[in-house]
């Protein structure tokens, strides 16, 4: 174990995927039975459905194993369904700022699930992990993510350029929120 895997053992420890609930969702490690309900999230073809959707529980596997901790599925009480994520992508130990993230599949959107999911999200950071500051973005003419965000109580900070390609950059929205 290196000297900055030995500093930071104490915090993967905390970071354990705890199993987190609101009124409506059960948040939680995925497992390899959730891959039904992954595939039905997007509108491709079946075989690319389930190729990305298996590469994307993959992930989550590798993120678990590596870090302690990856996306929590979003499980639905109402219907026992997978039917998004939320979770932090990043996590700056030395500044212990987050930034997270969230998906919810298109036909649950707009029941305010991904903000319920978010709130979870943000109190465990704050509350179990100590954090500082944990942030989102969103692209320009993403009103709907903007909207989560605002309603899980964090605030715009600033327009951030972002690399999404060789040769391109993009301007995103970044939020921010700080504990009570």
């Known amino acids: 174990m290196s000297r900055s895997e030995e500093l930071h053992s104490p915090i993967r420890k905390m970071l354990a995927m705890s199993v987190l609930e609101s009124e409506r969702l059960v948040l939680r490690q995925f497992c390899q039975d959730d891959l039904a309900d992954v595939i039905s999230w997007k509108g491709v073809s079946n075989e690319q459905r389930s190729q990305q959707a298996q590469e994307f ?39 212990n700022i987050g930034e997270v993230n969230y998906y919810v599949a298109d036909r649950y959107r707009k029941q305010g699930l991904a903000t319920e999911a978010l709130q979870v999200v943000i109190r465990f950071g704050f509350q179990d992990i100590s954090l500082a500051e944990i942030r989102a973005t969103c692209t320009m003419d993403n009103k709907s993510s903007e909207r989560i965000m605002q309603k899980a109580g964090m605030q715009f900070v600033r327009i951030i350029s972002s690399k999404i390609a060789e040769d391109r950059t993009d301007s995103e929205k970044l939020y921010a929120i700080t504990p009570l």
């Open 57 to 95: 529980l993959d992930f989550c596997f590798q993120s678990y194993r590596r870090w302690g901790m990856g996306p929590w599925g979003m499980l639905y009480k109402e219907d026992q369904k997978m039917v998004g994520s939320c979770g932090f992508c990043r996590i700056d130990f030395k500044t």
